[in-house]
């Protein structure tokens, strides 16, 4: 059984598709990459899945329980802090809270789901994960004290902290400068030599060829196609697929 499904998930803004009838599986261990131009509904998708936004249609089933159902919106709040535990999301700018440390910032929520008592191995796990990130230098740290790939490192361990079944990256290295792409980058292959689940959006394609099992190219928010990352990537089959791959790489 796949550790995601998602089924016929729709999204309108007002009276705009963003998302037109989505559906996919991924089994664990694996990473997907979702790849397409700006406004193909990539974004959209992923906000979905970590319940920052409601589709309108669709399902959403992990480890075959049955987290989403459009057709019955959850507004219980404290249901769907639950059902985001599932997944952690490492966004584009990082969104640490500046007035945290870097340990702090990778604490703060698994304290605050925790009990008390639990406190001291919290801790100690989000100094193993900061370790982890080649940060074990910088827990006491602010956000401004740190560069950008320091930054989204520590958004990366705190994503980890919650121990989701899938990790969502969103663009992961779109606001650093070439140099800080690569502490990124590499953070990501080593999570997925590890076999951590995860779901990028990215435009670093030879990263997504490399790294990934499986991509998806959307467009005008539908998926126009899906195979394995090398295949899809060096031989795409769709002509809107090669026309977007020639523009990135006509760059």
Do not use: W
């Amino acid at each position: 059984m796949p550790i995601l499904e998602v089924k016929n998930i729709k999204k309108n803004f007002e009276n705009t598709e963003v998302l037109k009838d989505i559906s996919f599986d991924l089994e664990e261990g694996q990473t997907l990459s979702i790849i397409g131009s700006s406004g193909s509904g990539k974004t959209t998708l992923l906000r979905c899945l970590n319940f920052l936004e409601t589709p309108d249609e669709g399902t959403i089933t992990v480890r075959g329980k049955l987290l989403l159902d459009g057709a019955n919106p959850i507004t219980d709040q404290r249901q769907l802090r639950e059902n985001r535990k599932h997944f952690g999301l490492v966004f584009q700018q990082f969104n640490l809270f500046p007035q945290y440390t870097a340990l702090e910032n990778v604490t703060l929520a698994p304290l605050l789901h925790s009990d008390p008592s639990m406190k001291d191995e919290i801790v100690e796990k989000g100094k193993a994960l900061l370790a982890e990130m080649g940060l074990a230098d910088r827990m006491g740290n602010y956000p401004h004290q740190l560069s950008g790939g320091q930054q989204q490192r520590v958004a990366i361990a705190r994503a980890l902290a919650m121990e989701p079944d899938i990790l969502c990256f969103d663009e992961p290295t779109s606001a650093l400068d070439p140099e800080l792409t690569g502490e990124v980058l590499r953070v990501i292959r080593e999570l997925a030599s590890r076999h951590t689940t995860m779901i990028i959006v990215t435009h670093e394609m030879a990263f997504a060829r490399d790294v990934a099992d499986i991509a998806i190219f959307m467009d005008d928010g539908i998926i126009l196609e899906k195979g394995s990352a090398k295949e899809l990537i060096n031989n795409p089959k769709e002509e809107r697929t090669k026309q977007f791959l020639s523009s990135l790489s006509s760059r």
